[in-house]
């Protein structure tokens, strides 16, 4: 039986690494799309997202058997929480992607947002595809290094979302309404992909060390 457990654990484990690999590919396809107009490339992000969903679940339905059956202690229970609210960070990370997407098919073949902001916009996705890239590495790895960094990450992610916020609201600024709109929602999918990932790293460290957040940590998270 304890086999058994042992391996239902790692298939937890590596089944969170899929489902990040999957995110990463997601943002990487939707921050082409957005920067592109490509609406093929945009809706098979958006379409695809599917497939983050059921693994999601799955992995899901698989650690609340694993909690039913096996009432496991100490680390393994970490194990199995963190990885419950891991995957649901993760499945809302690939709808944040699939909103961007959508953001691009939704104005093709008209560019996404207003001239003044567009290009932070771009940046914004390229910081995200990075993020997710080392969010693969942390989950595989555990390695607080790396979880810092993404934390670190994150401060430029919002500073980016307060320059695109102040620029928008900036008088004289040459643009329609739904062009204000796209880029405000944009740069917010983008700002919340990156909370995601640094509530992922939170939880990793949780994971290892067993020491919680802080109360000031827990309000910034939430």
Partial sequence: MRDVFQKELAEIENGLVEISQLVRDAIERAAKAFETSDVALAESVMSDDVQIDMKAN????????????????????????????????????????????????????????????????????????????????????????????????????DAFHKSIMDALLAEGLEAQAPQVVDATLASRYHERFADHAVSIAKKIQYLTSGDWLTDEECAQEA
Wanted: net charge negative; proline share 3%.
């Fill in 58 to 157: 799955a992995l899901d339905e698989l650690a609340i058997n694993i909690l039913a059956r096996q009432a496991p202690v100490a680390r393994d229970l970490r194990v199995v929480v963190s990885a419950l609210r891991i995957s649901a960070s993760l499945e809302r990370m690939g709808d944040l992607a699939a909103h961007i997407a959508q953001l691009a098919r939704l104005r093709f073949p008209e560019q996404v947002g207003p001239v003044a902001v567009r290009e932070t916009i771009l940046k914004m996705g390229q910081h995200d595809i990075q993020i997710a890239g080392r969010l693969v590495e942390l989950i595989d790895t555990q390695s607080d290094e790396i979880a810092e960094e993404i934390k670190a990450a994150d401060d430029q992610i």
